[in-house]
């Protein structure tokens, strides 16, 4: 349990600082050093395949909750993904049958 809220602290911190790669390098690492580590000592089965996933999910539910709480406060701060920022937007006169500003009321 505490493996898991260190992985979830680490989770967290990767998230605040760093994007998706660092989150999978992470969780390869945490595959690479705990799976070996357990076949050494004898104590593979199938617990221990539900542990390592429950280690995944802190990494990850940390990471989830550090990339949101690292996201911009004001909305207006993240650009649209089809259309400029409101700053670089220009407005244009409709075109060819288009309703223009006074006709989307639907009045």
Do not use: C, N
Request: proline share 11%.
């Amino acid at each position: 349990m505490i493996i898991a809220g260190i992985l979830f602290l680490i989770g967290l911190l990767i998230g605040l600082s760093h994007g998706y790669p660092a989150i999978i390098l992470a969780s390869a690492a945490v595959t690479l050093v705990v799976f070996p580590a357990w076949i050494f000592r004898g104590e593979f089965g199938l617990f221990v395949v539900l542990v390592w996933i429950g280690y995944l999910f802190a990494l990850q539910a940390g990471f989830m909750l550090g990339s949101y709480l690292g996201l911009p406060d004001e909305p207006e701060d993240l650009p649209e993904p089809d259309r400029p920022p409101r700053d670089e937007a220009k407005p244009r006169p409709p075109q060819d049958g288009q309703a223009g500003p006074e006709q989307d009321r639907g009045e």
